[in-house]
């Protein structure tokens, strides 16, 4: 006769590698459909690339688009999208994706002011690695992404 224990083990261990899957919610009413959205959208860069998001429309803003544009290789080495949120649209200023979710979604995702400039580093875990006030220049972003686990290992193979 089988004894039920590894039955039982078998099934609870089947039942706990399911609670990490993700299931598509249901929008509770139409203003919650662009959530589920967005979430795809994010889900869909996680673990594929990094994100260098950036708010405001000041000369700290111009500044960093530059420096993005200026260095627009060493970003994509680096997997790295870098996005301007704008006052409702979020433009790509470098790299390639799918549309983008409305600029709120990221303020919302990431906490960032609709009024001022912030720049947020977001690495492909999609957790926020590094958040500031000031411009992100070139040689320091790097610096910090190079030295992250994910990004070693990515220059080492």
Known sequence: MRHPI???????????????????ETPADDDAAPAVVSGAWFDSVRWENRLLVFSGEDE?????KVLALDSRTGHLERNLLVIHLEDD?????????????ESELFRKRFAMPDDAFEVVLVGKDGGVKERRRTVFETEELFGIID?????MREMRH
Not at 60 to 64: I, W
């Open 89 to 101: 649209t979020a433009t790509l200023v470098v790299g390639e994706t799918a549309a983008l979710p």
């Open 60 to 64: 700290n803003a111009v500044r960093q």
């Open 6 to 24: 590894p039955l039982l083990l078998t099934l609870v261990v089947f039942m706990s590698s399911n609670q990490g899957c993700s299931h598509p």
């Open 147 to 151: 030295a992250m686990p994910m990004r």
